[in-house]
């Protein structure tokens, strides 16, 4: 199985199938709207309107998992979105990314990507701390850690690179780029 067998459901209830994205280069986010990196909406947006005409899109996957920072309902969430960072991206239907209930698209992408780490500096230093609050063993596996992890995916399908909220934007940026 690859990227472009997988779909995702549509906060409409439709699924959206990854084959429409073949040939493109695909961002994929698990997303929240009380987050401390939910300002990273604006980068995103950001780096999809500077790429979008070359073949860019963004896949955004509202997720509640993480300290219930995702809240509303798809609507809401949409509205949020729209009035703070003007996205123009397709909002997905919230969702689960770890565990059993997780959606089929990030049991994919984590299989492909694992955790390495959240780099450097303070955000980095914080992230480690928590984390280690909660899962003694959190270096250890692919699960996501927290919103807005960045996954990269070329024009042929590949995973090529997954990115923790800790991840200066201007990097995630340089990669998406350099695909272009």
Known sequence: MGFYDLSVEQANGEQLSM????GKVVMVVNTATGCGFTPHYKDIEAIYEAH??????????PCNQFAGQTPGTDDEIHEFCQLNYNTQFPQMKKADV??????ELFKYLKSQKGFEGF????????MSAMLKTIDKDYKNNPEIKWNFTKFIIDRQGNVVARFEPTTDMKEVAKCVASLM
């Open 52 to 61: 979008h005409d070359q073949g860019f899109e963004v896949i955004d996957v």
């Open 98 to 103: 770890n565990g059993e209930t997780a959606i």
């Open 119 to 126: 780099g450097k500096g303070p955000k980095a230093l914080a």
């Open 19 to 22: 084959k429409d994205f073949e």
